[in-house]
């Protein structure tokens, strides 16, 4: 059984910075793509990162495109997401989430297994 838990979240400024973990156990991550998810209230979850089994290859949200940085550890089995210039609108629960395969995509249905979620605020 694949567990994975978020961390880092938090009350931060609007411009100001926040640094995602998501820790795994139950699986080596190495050979599998990871993604990152967020669901804002009264929203749908959507899409923000993800990363390839080497971390050669990610794409991102047009959203978030040149202010988060997805990137992996995979010695420590660990999936980060480094959000700079942070907005309101970046408000949401972030989720991590892992694929049965090692290419990355931005499709829920592509992932086996979730987190529970990392809560992030920006107040303005």
């Known amino acids: 059984q694949v567990q994975l838990v978020e961390s880092g979240g938090g009350l931060v400024q609007a411009g100001g910075s926040l640094r995602l973990s998501c820790a795994a156990s139950?699986?080596?991550?190495?050979?599998?793509?990871m993604g990152w998810f967020r669901q804002a209230p009264g929203k749908e979850r959507e899409f923000v990162a993800t990363?390839?089994?080497?971390?050669?290859?990610?794409y991102y949200a047009d959203s978030v495109k040149g202010r988060f940085t997805i990137s992996r550890d995979n010695a420590k089995n660990t999936v980060f997401l480094q959000m700079n210039s942070l907005k309101p609108e970046d408000a949401a629960v972030y989720y991590c989430?892992?694929?049965?395969?090692?290419?990355?995509?931005?499709?829920?249905?592509?992932?086996?297994?979730w987190g529970r979620g990392t809560q992030v605020t920006v107040s303005s």
């Open positions: 989430a892992v694929r049965g395969g090692p290419a990355p995509s931005h499709r829920e249905y592509d992932y086996d297994y």
């Open positions: 990363i390839s089994w080497s971390g050669a290859t990610t």
């Open positions: 139950g699986r080596t991550l190495s050979s599998y793509a």
